[in-house]
């Protein structure tokens, strides 16, 4: 599993090979253009002010020139055969003596005079036409003029008179020193500056085998003032972009982190807005690091808290019940003693009076017992009820055994009326023993007295449910509803004394039962489930 500080390293590791990558590709393909088109633009910039200050002053005396010994200018007046030079070390005057060549500087000079800019077209035309011959000719009559023959001859083209001027003041001697390539090579470097710009010039010797070989190589010496005007244009653009990459890669780790727990707190809201701690959906945390962690435990937590929730509510809803099963029991129950003990008292004052036919006590006291014994059955069945709902004891019970058992109580009965009793296949049920014989005792005991003399009562046993069907009797429609409500009878005559169907449901409720009773055609069918209790734990 990667830890969010694993994954906080790599993301840190990332960024920075991303800034290093945006840096070194800077410096590599950006930074060398952005020189090249600052030196070329500074160059332009420094041709144009030595033209408009030579302009101004007619001397490079008070100029700052970016190469010296190189730089010069050239003024043709607009009549006239001389022609002036300077630079920062000499003035030049050039006159020119030849006829051909003052007929080609007045063509010159009426060429400059035409010549016209046009605006956006980038190059200069002039309206002066000259073929290629033309000017090739013209061409080789120069390069004629000025050959070596006739420069020196008393007919020079030209007459030159210069006048030099010193470098005193203008180089300063910055530095030197000797690089050894070999023990016959070495290369002298010396540097000078002007005072804004330096100059180095390389000197290479070697001993050769037939004498002494020298290069002198002389080149502008760079500086840190060429670069930084690139880097300090450039720096809004690099601070542009590296706060754009740091906002875009915070932007996804911060989601990387934040997101899920955001959607830790939407699921904490779907469970605190869900009913029993059941969220719609769950969400899969599976990011494998510390949040993934808290979000599998969270879910796990609310999975055991959902659990409890429903198994408390189920209890709560049981409780409920029996709350309300009790209080109506009860009150059923009291209303229901109320019959045999006014009976009772009645029949006692009676005889202890000697009131008309209750003198004959012998007659009276064995309904007073009847009275009686009707009351303790009452009373038994209420603590029955209660005992054994809160003294459960499951076993594995053969359905079959207990029926068989159960008959034999009801032989007599079944034999008198002429019952005809079949009972076919077996099974076994996960039970407490005395609760699953209060129940078939009470479904066999219905069956029995309410079946005719002379019909049949079908039992039939199997591993998923136990089914009594009796013959030649049906309930009435008017209760069934509450066939399971307590001192409901179909027999009028014993109306108001009908526990058997309600313990019976009470204790299949207990155990996790289902008891069904409906009408067949000419018959009543009771049926126990008990498919899910099958097994014992």
């Given at each position: 599993?990667?830890?969010?500080?694993?994954?906080?390293?790599?993301?840190?590791?990332?960024?920075?090979?991303?800034?290093?990558?945006?840096?070194?590709?800077?410096?590599?393909?950006?930074?060398?253009?952005?020189?090249?088109?600052?030196?070329?633009?500074?160059?332009?910039?420094?041709?144009?002010?030595?033209?408009?200050?030579?302009?101004?002053?007619?001397?490079?005396?008070n100029?700052?020139?970016?190469?010296?010994?190189?730089?010069?200018?050239?003024?043709?007046?607009?009549?006239?055969?001389?022609?002036?030079?300077?630079?920062?070390?000499?003035?030049?005057?050039?006159?020119v003596?030849?006829?051909?060549?003052?007929?080609?500087?007045?063509?010159?000079?009426?060429?400059?005079?035409?010549?016209?800019?046009?605006?956006?077209?980038?190059?200069?035309?002039?309206?002066?036409?000259?073929?290629?011959?033309?000017?090739?000719?013209?061409?080789?009559?120069?390069?004629?003029?000025?050959?070596?023959?006739?420069?020196?001859?008393?007919?020079?083209?030209?007459?030159?008179?210069?006048?030099?001027?010193?470098?005193?003041?203008?180089?300063?001697?910055?530095?030197?020193?000797?690089?050894?390539?070999?023990?016959?090579?070495?290369?002298?470097?010396?540097g000078?500056?002007?005072?804004?710009?330096?100059?180095?010039?390389?000197?290479?010797m070697?001993?050769?085998k037939?004498?002494?070989?020298?290069?002198?190589?002389?080149?502008?010496?760079?500086?840190?003032?060429?670069?930084?005007?690139?880097?300090?244009?450039?720096?809004?653009?690099?601070?542009?972009?590296?706060?754009?990459?740091?906002?875009?890669?915070?932007?996804?780790?911060?989601?990387k982190?934040?997101?899920?727990?955001?959607?830790?707190?939407?699921?904490?809201e779907?469970?605190?807005?869900?009913?029993?701690?059941?969220?719609?959906?769950?969400?899969?945390?599976d990011?494998?690091?510390?949040?993934?962690?808290?979000?599998?435990?969270?879910?796990?937590?609310?999975g055991?808290?959902?659990?409890?929730?429903?198994?408390?509510?189920?209890?709560?809803?049981?409780?409920?019940?029996?709350?309300?099963?009790?209080?109506?029991?009860?009150?059923?129950?009291?209303?229901?003693?109320?019959t045999?003990?006014?009976?009772?008292?009645?029949?006692?004052?009676?005889?202890?009076?000697?009131?008309?036919?209750?003198?004959?006590?012998?007659?009276?006291?064995?309904?007073?017992?009847?009275?009686?014994?009707?009351?303790?059955?009452?009373?038994?069945?209420?603590?029955?009820?209660?005992?054994?709902?809160?003294?459960?004891?499951?076993?594995?019970?053969?359905?079959?055994?207990?029926?068989?058992e159960?008959?034999?109580?009801?032989?007599?009965?079944?034999?008198?009326?002429?019952?005809?009793?079949?009972?076919?296949?077996?099974?076994r049920?996960?039970?407490?023993?005395?609760?699953?014989?209060?129940?078939?005792?009470?479904?066999?005991?219905?069956?029995?007295?309410?079946?005719?003399?002379?019909?049949?009562?079908?039992?039939?046993?199997?591993?998923?449910?136990?089914?009594?069907?009796?013959?030649?009797?049906?309930?009435?429609?008017?209760?069934l509803?509450?066939?399971?409500?307590?001192?409901?009878?179909?027999?009028?005559?014993?109306?108001?004394?009908?526990?058997?169907?309600?313990?019976?449901?009470?204790?299949?409720?207990?155990?996790?039962?289902?008891?069904?009773?409906?009408?067949?055609?000419?018959?009543?069918?009771?049926?126990?489930?008990?498919?899910?209790?099958?097994?014992?734990?």
């Open positions: 599993m990667m830890g969010l500080s694993k994954k906080t390293f790599l993301y840190s590791i990332a960024i920075a090979a991303i800034m290093t990558a945006f840096i070194i590709g800077y410096f590599v393909l950006m930074l060398p253009s952005l020189y090249v088109d600052y030196v070329m633009k500074n160059n332009l910039k420094s041709v144009v002010d030595l033209q408009e200050g030579y302009r101004a002053e007619g001397s490079y005396d100029l700052t020139v970016q190469n010296p010994s190189s730089t010069f200018s050239v003024k043709i007046p607009g009549k006239g055969n001389e022609i002036y030079a300077a630079g920062k070390f000499f003035q030049m005057t050039i006159t003596q030849d006829e051909e060549l003052q007929e080609m500087l007045d063509t010159f000079r009426d060429m400059m005079e035409s010549m016209e800019y046009r605006e956006g077209a980038g190059s200069v035309f002039t309206n002066t036409e000259m073929s290629d011959d033309e000017a090739f000719r013209i061409w080789e009559q120069i390069r004629e003029k000025f050959s070596t023959q006739n420069l020196i001859s008393e007919s020079a083209p030209v007459t030159v008179q210069l006048e030099g001027r010193g470098s005193e003041g203008v180089y300063r001697e910055e530095y030197s020193k000797i690089h050894m390539l070999s023990e016959e090579s070495f290369v002298f470097e010396g000078v500056s002007d005072g804004n710009y330096g100059y180095t010039t390389y000197v290479a070697s001993h050769d037939d004498g002494f070989l020298m290069t002198v190589l002389p080149a502008m010496t760079p500086h840190m003032g060429e670069i930084r005007p690139v880097v300090m244009e450039s720096l809004p653009m690099i601070a542009s972009v590296i706060f754009l990459l740091v906002l875009l890669a915070s932007r996804f780790f911060s989601g982190i934040v997101n899920p727990i955001i959607r830790l707190a939407d699921y904490a779907s469970i605190r807005a869900s009913e029993g701690f059941e969220p719609d959906e769950k969400i899969p945390f990011s494998g690091d510390e949040i993934g962690a808290l979000g599998s435990a969270l879910q796990e937590l609310y055991e808290l959902s659990a409890k929730y429903q198994e408390l509510s189920q209890k709560n809803k049981t409780l409920a019940q029996e709350n309300e099963r009790q209080e109506v029991f009860l009150r059923a129950t009291s209303h229901q003693l109320k045999p003990v006014a009976a009772a008292l009645l029949l006692v004052e009676g005889m202890m009076n000697e009131v008309g036919k209750y003198k004959n006590v012998k007659a009276y006291l064995p309904e007073v017992k009847n009275q009686l014994l009707s009351m303790r059955k009452i009373v038994e069945d209420i603590l029955y009820l209660n005992y054994h709902g809160e003294n459960m004891r499951k076993e594995s019970l053969s359905v079959e055994d207990l029926l068989r159960l008959l034999g109580n009801y032989q007599v009965q079944i034999e008198e009326r002429g019952l005809q009793v079949s009972l076919r296949g077996s099974g049920v996960c039970a407490d023993w005395e609760m699953m014989k209060k129940i078939v005792d009470n479904i066999l005991s219905n069956a029995v007295q309410y079946t005719p003399e002379g019909e049949r009562i079908e039992i039939g046993v199997d591993e998923r449910e136990l089914l009594i069907r009796n013959y030649g009797t049906v309930i009435d429609q008017k209760l509803p509450g066939i399971f409500e307590p001192f409901v009878s179909s027999d009028e005559s014993r109306k108001g004394k009908g526990l058997g169907l309600y313990v019976a449901a009470y204790y299949s409720r207990l155990s996790g039962f289902k008891l069904e009773v409906e009408n067949m055609e000419n018959a009543v069918q009771t049926k126990l489930i008990y498919v899910k209790e099958r097994v014992c734990c």
